[in-house]
């Protein structure tokens, strides 16, 4: 007979709250500098939209393509991707549907901003594989939660939005390595312009496709400057990539940590603190330089 090694998840938690609603609007700014951001309960409270001056940010298609947070970890053995993947938005198989694998626990959302909890479900199901590398849980839904606290206008520009991200942990489980992929944006194919921020003088510098990950920040943007949208973080050494998906007609954007123990990455919270701009290209970067400079990342803490 042989065995198959699997990552098990701690035990269950309770059944999530009946009757939350992933379905939520905030909204900053007035007229062509508003910022529009949607949740839906078909992806448990994770962002289906984000608007500046009606022109959309994100690519919404199945369960993976938001503007979400997950994770992945490795069981204690050699890494791949996705195959112990809590994912805020749901599960590979829950595809374009109208539901997600995730649980949403808990959402507010008032003025211009938007607070959630979600269980997040695994990306693969027991038995799939990604990239013939089967899944490593051995079950759908984890006890792995995000919490998020999303908040347009930080420094009074609509234009900057404050998210803070909390994974939690839990007890049970054995992993020396987890990668925490804070915050990831799916945009159009529009998008196609790849920058990178130079803090030394300011500016942003062209990227090529890639795939890659720096220390430096990303900003996607149409080709004309028009629309921007990018990704910085005050904390200690983020990885910011970004990733051409011809195929699929969609780029991506992310901010990333990761966490080494070889006697196992503890169980608990592990918080982070990102913000995305939005605007036009030049709007982006001097939000980065504000940013940089520690005007915005030094508002309170409320």
């Keep these: 007979m042989t065995l198959m090694l699997v990552c098990f998840a701690a035990a269950a938690l309770g059944p999530g709250e009946d009757g939350v609603s992933g379905d939520a609007v905030i909204r900053g700014g007035e007229g062509g500098s508003e910022v529009v951001i949607t949740t839906t309960d ?5 962002i289906h939209s984000l608007t500046w001056g009606g022109k959309e940010f994100i690519d919404s298609f199945d369960h993976g393509r938001q503007l979400q947070s997950a994770a992945n970890f490795d069981c204690g053995k050699p890494f791949v991707p996705e195959v112990f993947n809590p994912t805020e938005a749901g599960s590979r198989a829950d595809g374009t549907g109208d539901s997600s694998s995730s649980r949403l626990l808990e959402l507010h959302a008032e003025g211009a901003e938007l607070r959630t909890t979600v269980r997040m479900a695994f990306w693969l199901a027991p038995g799939e594989e990604s990239l013939g590398n089967p899944a490593q849980n051995d079950r759908v839904l984890s006890d792995h939660l995000v919490s998020k606290r999303v908040r347009i206008g930080e420094g009074g520009d609509p234009k900057v939005i404050r998210y803070d991200v909390v994974f939690t942990v ?10 925490f992929e804070a915050v990831t944006g799916y945009m159009p194919p529009e998008f196609g312009a790849f920058w990178r921020f130079d803090a030394t003088t300011g500016d942003l510098v062209p990227l090529d496709d890639g795939p890659g990950e720096q220390a430096d920040p990303v900003v996607l943007s149409t080709a004309d400057g ?3 949208m990018g990704v910085y973080s005050p904390d200690p050494s983020p990885g910011y990539g970004r990733f051409r998906f011809e195929a ?9 940590f990761r966490e080494r123990d070889p006697r196992g990455v503890r169980p608990g ?13 030049d709007d982006v970067r001097r939000s980065l330089v504000r940013l940089h400079e520690g005007d915005a990342a030094g508002s309170d803490d409320s």
């Design 170 to 179: 839990p007890q049970g489980e054995h992993h020396t390595y987890a990668q």
């Design 226 to 228: 028009s629309h921007a």
């Design 269 to 281: 919270e592990y918080a982070y603190r990102m913000f995305v701009l939005v605007g036009t290209l």
């Design 248 to 256: 699929e007609r969609v780029n991506k954007w992310n901010c990333v």
């Design 42 to 46: 078909r992806l448990a409270g994770a």
